[in-house]
Every structure is written in structure tokens, then in C-alpha cells.
């Protein structure tokens, strides 16, 4: 995985655009694969080898995917660098350009807001989410639960990982 991050940051520099393409639908695949864990610890990586998200890298990622994915993409970051209020007016101007959000659209926010303290934030998009069509996935789940145990609300905690078990999510490590 450090190989690869180093491969990142060594295409961003020299603008090497399809390299730097394939390494970042690298990460993107790791997304859409429900595998959150890896995708987060690829994309930690990726900033602590110096990948910086500027105006000009972001422009980038705009310019690579296109649709729900880039508002996804944008959402993500936006989030990683805790602007969450502007995360989740991304999220909620998607439909009015056209993009129709996804299960990920609102995982990535609900996430957010628990690093951030803000559980009714979160359960306000969960809500949100089902009034959409979209059921929580582990991803979903996990944040709300790790936020629930690392504030000692363990029964709370138990109850949702049993709620999740019920709609057929196994859980994640």
C-alpha cells in the first residue's frame, strides 16, 4: 500500500494524468467494494505521503469522475477536512444538478458528523437515507456504532449492531 502511495504522489508530481488516473481508480474501486477500511487507510496514506487536496487537485478529480462519484469524491474530502456543513449542502444540491445520490452520497456524511460528536446530525441523514430508498450499509452502521461505544452508550451500541444483523448487513472488522 506504501508503494502505491509513493507511486501517487511521484504521478501528481510529475502530472503524469493517466498513471495518477489509475492509482486513484484504484482507491475508488476499494469504495465501491464496501471496503471502507482499506479505501480510509489508502487515502490517510496518500496525505501523509504529501498527496495535498489543493484547488488544482481537486479540479483533477473533478475532471476524472464525473456524476454522483465526483459529488462522492468531494463529499469524502470535504469531510475528511471537517467541513461537514459543507459536505452536506453537497449532498443535498446533488439532485437539483442532476447527480442522484447513493448509499455512499450519505454514508460518507453520516461518518462525518460521528467523528465529529454530532449523532443527531447523523440520524437525521439516516432518516433522510430511508426516506430516499437507501438502506445503511456496514459502512453506515459501523460509524454509528463505533460512535456509540467510544461514548459509552454500549446497550445503544448493541442494539443497532443487532438492528443491522436483522436487515441481513454482516459487520465489518
Not at 509513493?6 to 486513484?24: G, H, R, Y
Not at 489508502?42 to 489543493?54: A, H, P, R
Not at 452508550?153 to 443497532?160: I, L, N, P
Amino acid at each position: 500500500m506504501e508503494a502505491r502511495c509513493i507511486l501517487v504522489q511521484i504521478a501528481f508530481l510529475l502530472s503524469i494524468l493517466k498513471t495518477a488516473n489509475e492509482l486513484i481508480h484504484d482507491f475508488w474501486v476499494l469504495v465501491e467494494a464496501g471496503t471502507f477500511d482499506e479505501a480510509r487507510k489508502l487515502f490517510d496514506k496518500m496525505l501523509n505521503y504529501g498527496v495535498v487536496i489543493s484547488v488544482d487537485s481537486l479540479n483533477f478529480l473533478i475532471w476524472v469522475f464525473v456524476g454522483t462519484l465526483h459529488h462522492n469524491i468531494s463529499t469524502h474530502i470535504l469531510c475528511r477536512l471537517g467541513k461537514l456543513k459543507e459536505a452536506h449542502s453537497l449532498l443535498l444540491e446533488m439532485e437539483s444538478k442532476g447527480c442522484l445520490p447513493d448509499v455512499i452520497s450519505y454514508s460518507t456524511p453520516v461518518d462525518g458528523y460521528c467523528r465529529a460528536g454530532k449523532l443527531q446530525m447523523a440520524l437525521g441523514l439516516i432518516r433522510e437515507m430511508g426516506l430516499k430508498g437507501f438502506k445503511p450499509n456496514a459502512f453506515t452502521y459501523s460509524s454509528i456504532i463505533v460512535f456509540l461505544c467510544k461514548n459509552n452508550q454500549a446497550v445503544e451500541a448493541e442494539r443497532r449492531l443487532r438492528e443491522m444483523m436483522t436487515h441481513g448487513i454482516a459487520p465489518d472488522n
